[in-house]
């Protein structure tokens, strides 16, 4: 079982930055990936940005130039860099590793309790 921990949200100005982190428990060689969701009330969970053990990263369209996601694989860590937010990146933001074990190599993924993020005056 991997323990996942969000950290670093809160309340932020237009225009204002915020850094979250997440930590997952386990042997680093077995996450293959983490990544992070946003979810508002009524919507879906959406896929923000992710990172691979490797270093290849994904982002979605409205965060590109904006957020920089990074990872410390011997820490089991992974950090959101978040710049120039708008109230529209206001959510509860979820990280999720992606564990995958021998012989099989199927991926399971485990999720944190989320952090909140509201972008406000």
């Known amino acids: 079982q991997v323990q996942v921990v969000e950290s670093g949200g809160g309340l932020v100005q237009p225009g204002g930055s915020l850094r979250l982190s997440c930590a997952a428990s386990?042997?680093?060689?077995?996450?293959?990936?983490m990544a992070w969701y946003c979810q508002t009330p009524g919507k879906q969970r959406e896929l923000v940005a992710a990172i691979t053990s490797a270093g290849s990263t994904k982002y979605r369209d409205s965060v590109k130039g904006r957020f920089t996601i990074s990872r410390d694989n011997a820490k089991n860590t992974i950090y959101l860099q978040m710049d120039s937010l708008n109230p529209e990146d206001t959510a509860v933001y979820y990280c999720?590793?992606?564990?995958?074990?021998?012989?099989?190599?199927?991926?399971?993924?485990?999720w944190g309790q989320g952090t909140q993020v509201t972008v406000a005056s």
């Open positions: 999720n590793a992606d564990q995958r074990m021998p012989p099989a190599w199927v991926p399971t993924v485990y």
């Open positions: 386990g042997d680093p060689n077995t996450i293959y990936a």
